[in-house]
């Protein structure tokens, strides 16, 4: 965002489009930094418009494409009906813009999950040993097995109580409780009526 405060009818189009080109440089620079392709980038134009004497600006868009006096008129005129639309009147004095703005996006891979190979409902594979565990429902500790939960696969069946531990996180199923690994290396838990 740069602060201007130029009357729209005595803007000099040079000097907008050239606060537009430095705002646009800053955002390539962001976005260079995020490793966001130079095909995948793309920018949003807007000011900050309001009629003169007034306390406050409305955002307006405007063209991407370089601007020149004959774009006047229509950002006048979304103004005006973007004002009329917010506070249920439009004027006929002066605008004037305040500050020119520019958002710089980036177009991102969306993400697809990786399947997890499919295995057998039995995990004994996977437990790595047990240990006593504290849970309410049984009112005191329990012999609780513990399993590697980076090594299990899709389909893997658990009944609580158990540990699951992960080098991200630990889940704790409860007795009675069942759980089992979903095909994204998600786990489903059934919680008993």
């Known amino acids: 965002m740069r602060t201007v405060n130029w009357r729209t009818n005595k803007v000099s189009y040079d000097e907008l489009n050239k606060v537009y080109e430095e705002l646009e440089e800053q955002g390539h620079q962001l976005l260079e930094r995020e490793r966001i392709s130079v095909k ?8 900050d418009m309001r009629y003169v004497g007034q306390f406050h600006e409305v955002d307006v868009d405007v063209s991407s494409e370089t601007l020149g006096p004959e774009q006047r ?24 813009i305040i500050n020119v703005r520019l958002a710089g996006f980036g177009r991102v ?4 999950l990786k399947e997890y190979p499919c295995g057998l409902e039995d995990t004994s594979a996977y437990q790595k040993g047990t240990r006593k565990v504290f849970f309410e429902e049984a009112d005191g500790f329990m012999v609780t097995p513990i399993y590697d939960g980076d090594a299990m696969q899709h389909g893997n069946v658990m009944k609580g109580p158990a540990v699951i531990e992960q080098k991200i996180t630990t889940i704790v199923v409860p007795p009675g409780y069942r759980i089992e690994v979903g095909k994204y290396g998600d786990y489903i838990m059934d919680v008993p009526e």
């Open 40 to 47: 995948d980038r793309y920018f949003k134009r807007t000011m």
């Open 109 to 112: 891979v969306k993400m697809s």
């Open 73 to 96: 008129e229509e950002v006048i005129r979304r103004f005006n009906e973007k004002h009329e639309a917010m506070y249920a009147y439009r004027d006929t004095v002066e605008t004037e």
